[in-house]
């Protein structure tokens, strides 16, 4: 398991998947540790003061001009975190929930919230445990950060709500805290707010988004390939020379695996000459013009993101010398825009592996190809409705495509007139990203099934290697046997990897 030492200075994303979805520890390094206690010891003197300071000695939001009693400070702290935790819907899933934890743990380790050390370290020690707080589904409009979604993970520190434990069983924080020896926190001047007010929540689908992009984005050109061969079509257009004359990057590392996956295919060679077809369908043709534009957005959000796991994110901001400043960079428009370019992108990799399969099971357009192929088309119906499930997930894509970030609403009084429904906008990426899997997962299957077809003419190397693991999947199943758990065990291998594995070390590395 993964030992990550919390720095001062933020995280990677990659420490941020480590401990969403593979358990790794965390631990406050000791910079981070002096960094909060240099900001608490900030807070501590303002307490003091006759001055009304926002967040210390005020109400919030709309309420930010009623002064608090000094003798109220901790109460109105435990009051926000419980007015706040107003989520609902169903729950959102583990990882999601242990990515926003360790965020708000990454960014209070950065000195300008105010808050003890003890309250990141026991974010850190309900993560180490494997406690996750249930956190509901609505709730946040990205402004002022996730408020209700961090409300609820903060509640579990201060040892009340419900949490999941490291077993997945649905217990009380108290009786959680209790097991673990982990002492509730009694929240000071400024730290119920410290804990609510962020972007981690959007930030943390957006990273787990993009560590499953850059792998189906690989797995897409593998896909891609294996149709090219089924439908005898030709490599051509790949050539370096062609896609050089248009230098877009992800353009050239998806004809670049194209080139690579197709490498001396028999079944490519076996109509190289005497094919009177003058040119493949776009859906071939301009794979990589299209699989390469979704691989420029997920760089273009990789470097946003980079910038907001390096960034500090509260308000108001503790400065070392001593001055409490109100700031906006709670608002989520930067992660809840790339958020939204990331679901155009997906939605369009999706239709074009729907344009793919679609020709694959159209005997007038597959050049050879059975009907649906199935040997016994009429009585079978083969992949027919395995492509209306594909094409349902493609409608329901271009659905999720639309922007959330262009949907803000005013709140709270209209002291918020200005949201960025990045949560929304993240939410929406995570089932799309989910709907791409299974898209490709069925032209993975149709790809298989028509290279079969072809046989004895054998594929390239690298689409072989694809197509021998997911015929291994089906290797029991009937020509019109029962398609779902054909298809689910398709998306397990493509899920965890096995498919990409395979493919690369028959051929080495994919870009």
């Given amino acids: ?45 303002l307490f003091e003061s006759d001055e009304p300071v926002y967040g210390v000695s005020t109400g919030f939001g709309a309420l930010a001009n009623t002064v608090i009693p000094s003798e109220r400070s901790a109460e109105l702290q435990v009051s926000l975190v419980r007015s706040h935790a107003a989520g609902m819907g169903d729950e959102i899933d583990r990882e999601v929930v242990r990515a926003m934890m360790v965020l708000r743990a990454r960014s209070l380790a950065m ?60 217990v009380r924080a108290a009786d959680a805290l209790g097991q673990h020896q982990i002492a509730p926190v009694v929240l000071q001047a400024k730290e119920g707010l410290a804990l609510i007010n962020g972007t981690d929540g959007m930030l943390g689908m957006v990273v787990l988004a993009l560590e499953d992009l850059r792998h189906l984005n690989r797995v897409a050109d593998i896909a891609g390939a294996m149709t090219v061969e089924a439908l005898m079509g030709t490599d051509r257009p790949f050539a370096a020379d062609l896609v050089a004359m248009r230098p877009q990057v992800g353009q050239q590392a998806s004809a670049a695996n194209l080139r690579s996956l197709l490498e001396a295919s028999p079944i490519v060679a076996s109509h190289r000459h005497g094919d009177d077809r003058v040119q493949d369908a776009y859906s071939l043709r301009c794979t990589p013009q299209v699989h390469g534009a979704a691989r420029d957005a997920v760089e273009y959000a990789t470097l946003i993101a980079d910038r907001e796991l390096a960034s500090f994110i509260d308000n108001p901001v503790v400065l070392a010398d001593g001055r409490v400043e109100s700031c906006g960079n709670f608002h989520g428009a930067p992660v809840a825009q790339v ?42 119906s083969g992949l027919m409705i395995a492509h209306y499930t594909q094409a349902a997930m493609v409608a329901e894509n271009r659905r999720l495509a639309n922007p959330a970030s262009t949907d803000t609403l005013p709140t709270s009084a209209m002291q918020e007139d200005h949201v960025s429904l990045g949560w929304s906008a993240a939410m929406k990426l995570r089932a799309a990203v989910d709907n791409l899997r299974r898209i490709l997962t069925i032209e993975l299957v149709s790809a298989a099934r ?62």
Avoid at 24 to 38: E, F, H, K
Avoid at 363 to 375: E, I
Avoid at 487 to 496: F, H, N, P, T
Wanted: negative net charge; proline residues 5%; without cysteine.
């Fill in 1 to 45: 398991m993964n030992k990550i030492e919390l720095g001062s200075q933020g995280m990677s994303a990659a420490d941020v998947v480590a401990v969403a979805r593979h358990g790794a520890t965390v631990s406050l390094s000791n910079d981070s540790v002096a960094a909060l206690q240099r900001g608490a010891d900030v807070v501590a003197r």
């Fill in 339 to 380: 958020a939204d370019l990331l679901a155009i992108a997906v939605a369009d990799l999706g239709a074009l592996s729907e344009r793919r399969t679609d020709r694959m099971l159209d005997s007038k357009r597959s050049h050879g190809l059975p009907p649906f192929l199935t040997p016994d088309p009429g009585v079978n």
């Fill in 450 to 511: 028509g290279l079969q077809f072809r046989e004895p003419l054998q594929p390239a190397v690298g689409t072989s290697a694809a197509g021998v693991i997911v015929k291994q999947a089906l290797a029991e199943a009937d020509p019109d046997s029962w398609l779902t758990p054909q298809l689910l065990a398709v998306e397990d291998l493509v899920e965890s990897g096995a498919v990409l594995r395979a493919v690369e070390e028959a051929i080495g590395g994919l870009q």
């Fill in 111 to 170: 000195g300008y919230s105010g808050a003890r050390p003890v309250v990141a370290q026991t974010i850190l020690d309900l993560l180490n445990a494997g406690v996750t707080p249930v956190v509901r589904e609505y709730g946040s409009l990205g402004a002022s950060g996730d408020l209700a979604p961090l409300a609820a993970a903060a509640m579990a520190l201060l040892g009340e709500g419900d949490v999941r434990n490291n077993v997945g069983e649905l």
